[in-house]
Structures are given as C-alpha cells and as structure tokens.
C-alpha cells in the first residue's frame, strides 16, 4: 500500500557545501528537496568578511543547476579579528543570516576560530543589538575533558556565560547530540534554538565502534550514548518550535575519510527528507514532521515559510539510494542507517 505525505518544501538550517568540484557535485543533492540553507562558512581559507560571503554566494549559484531553485543564507565565520561593522553591513544588506562560533581547534577547518571569548565581545554585541544570530559548533576544546563531555561542559562554561553577558544575543545551538543540550534549550524561554541532524536522530555512538570502526559514522560532535539519541529523537518530534533541522551534511571524499587520521562529517544530503519520514512514522509523530523541517526553522529566523511543497511517499519495497556521489575528487559516500528505507521524495 502506498502512503503519501505532503509538506511545505523544508530548509536546512545547517548545511556544508564546500568549494569548486565538490561544491558543483553535492549541490543539487540539497537544492533538489530544499528550498535554502544556512551555508557554513569553514571553508580554507573562512569566509570571513561580508565580500568573501558575497563572493561565495556568488559561485554557489554559479553552479545551481538551471532547472533548480535554491536559495543560499551566507554565514560569516567569527574570528577575534572580526570587525563589528563589516558584520552589521553584510547583515544589513540581506546578505548575511548568521555569524558562526567556532572554538579554535574543534571541528573541521576550525583552526581560525576563538580562543579568547573576550575578543568577540563587540561583535557579540553589536549582533544583540542588530538582531544577528549566533550559530555555535558548541564543543570545548580543553584536552582534559573527554570528548563525550564536550558539549555538556561548552553549554557550562561558554555559552551559558555569553548568554548571560549578552542579553538579547539570538543564539542556536548547531548539532545538539546530548540529552544536556536539549534540556538546556527548553530551559530557556527566549533567543535560543537549537538543530538536530538526521544521523543525530539515527546513530548513537556504538554504531561507531561495535563490530569494528565506521569512519562513515565519524561526525563532531560525536555521537553520544544511546539515551541520548533518544532525548533528540523526542526534542524533534516533540513539535516544540525551537528544535529545527540542519542536516551538517559534511562532504569529506572516502580518501579522507577512510585513513589513519579520517576526516569528521556525515553526508545526508541525498537521503535525508526520506530517512526523516522513517524516523518521525516510527516514532508516530509524522504529523511533527513539517514543523521540524519547514516551519520552526524560518520562525526563529524570521524568514517566511517556502511557497512550494514536497511529497514524500512510502513504497512497500525498500528504496535503493545511492551508496556513493561521484565528484571529480573521488566519490563521497551517502549516509547509511543500517535499515531498509521505504520513504522516498516523489
Ligand atoms: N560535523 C562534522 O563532523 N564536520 C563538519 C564540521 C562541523 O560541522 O563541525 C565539516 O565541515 O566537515
Ligand atoms: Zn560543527
Ligand atoms: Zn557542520
């Protein structure tokens, strides 16, 4: 029996496109079901200052294919050289839809990130006073605490402190993987947010280790202990409005992800609106889905809903997605669950 769902066309409030080849190659993989995307701007070098924002935006449509709409939202990378007013000026020319923290050496292509939170104070600041969100990788990166631990003890020391000093400052938390963020989140009743991905809803931190190593499961935040996957599938579910998707589809080609030293990332552009379905049908909750992926997200952002929709169908067969993208740096491997998946995009 086929089953069908119709819902407003969704956005991902955190998406990776990266540059060039593999930019060209994953684009249409996301612009094909999604309407926008907050880009991330950990590009090497960052994107910086509002001209290299403009500049990006600028190749990412260069490469839309023509039968395509997409809409990219640029994200300034903050650095403790970032000039409040360059900020205020991106933000005020409809440019820019967020700035994004990165403590210095936490995730992929951080190294230009904050060390010292203090130096960032004016543009936090300023973004307070403009209305300018803040998006956080929020990890520490003090060696002493264990990884496991990194967001709770980010929430702790980083961020509840900034909120703290910066009254009004509009703040999502990106990629919340702990049972701690999620709490932290519906603890707060104004100016705060927060994404979940689609692995994040589907993988806890054995699916990494048991049975040998997964590097394609290999994502930071990590994932945690199951019991807190189940806290995020029930944030996501739940129709709270603060809880929104951002997929963090990191493209990394197998080459860097399958070495000594693999690279961090989940790519789920591909299949991501299907394995949703999955996820929000197993958990009765597919009427929750539309909220989670089309309309919280343009509400904390102020932005209308899409006009379009999307229809998601339910086959009594499995759907065959690709395993791998192929890009003229190698192939990048499309995000496995580890079960059969009847939900496709018509
Ligand atoms: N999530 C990841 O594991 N990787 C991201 C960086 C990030 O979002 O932290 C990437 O750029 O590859
Ligand atoms: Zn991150
Ligand atoms: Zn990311």
């Known amino acids: 029996m086929t089953q069908s769902l119709t819902i407003t066309r969704p956005d991902d409030w955190h998406l990776h496109l990266r540059d060039g080849d593999m930019l060209r190659a994953v684009l249409p993989e996301t612009a094909r079901h999604f309407g926008r995307a907050i880009i991330m701007p950990n590009l090497v070098p960052p994107v910086v200052t509002g001209e290299q924002a403009g500049a990006y935006r600028d190749r990412i449509l260069s490469v839309l294919p023509g039968d395509m709409t997409f809409e990219p939202l640029m994200t300034l990378y903050l650095t403790e050289d970032t000039d409040p007013e360059d900020v205020a000026a991106a933000h005020a020319s409809g440019l820019v839809k967020a700035v994004k923290l990165y403590p210095a050496g936490a995730t992929t292509n951080s190294a230009s990130g904050v060390r ?166 197993e958990d009765g909750a597919l009427d929750q889905l539309e909220g989670f992926a089309s309309k919280n997200g343009p509400a904390f952002y102020g932005l209308p809903e899409n006009p379009g929709q999307i229809t998601l169908v339910k086959q009594d067969a499995p759907f065959a997605f690709p395993e791998q993208i192929d890009t003229p740096d190698g192939p990048v491997t499309v995000f496995d669950p580890g079960f059969p998946v009847h939900w496709t995009v018509a």
């Open 116 to 281: 010292d939170f203090d130096k960032v104070r004016p543009v936090l600041e300023k973004m307070a006073e403009i209305g300018l969100p803040l998006c956080t990788h929020g990890e520490v990166t003090d060696p002493d605490i264990d990884i496991f631990d990194r967001e709770a003890v980010f929430i702790d020391r980083v961020l509840d402190p900034i909120r703290q000093a910066t009254p009004g400052l509009r703040v999502v938390m990106e990629h919340i993987t702990t049972r701690n963020a999620a709490d932290y989140v519906r603890s707060q009743d104004k100016d705060l947010g927060a994404t979940i991905t689609t692995h994040h809803l589907i993988i806890n931190r054995n699916h990494i280790l048991v049975g040998g190593i997964k590097p394609h499961y290999y994502c930071l935040p990590v994932a945690k202990r199951e019991e807190h996957r189940i806290a995020l599938r029930a944030a996501a579910t739940s129709g709270d409005h603060r809880f929104f998707l951002g997929t963090d589809s990191a493209p990394h080609t197998d080459a860097n992800k399958l070495q000594a030293c693999g690279c961090a990332g989940c790519f789920t552009a591909t299949n991501t609106m299907a394995l949703l379905a999955h996820v929000f049908e």
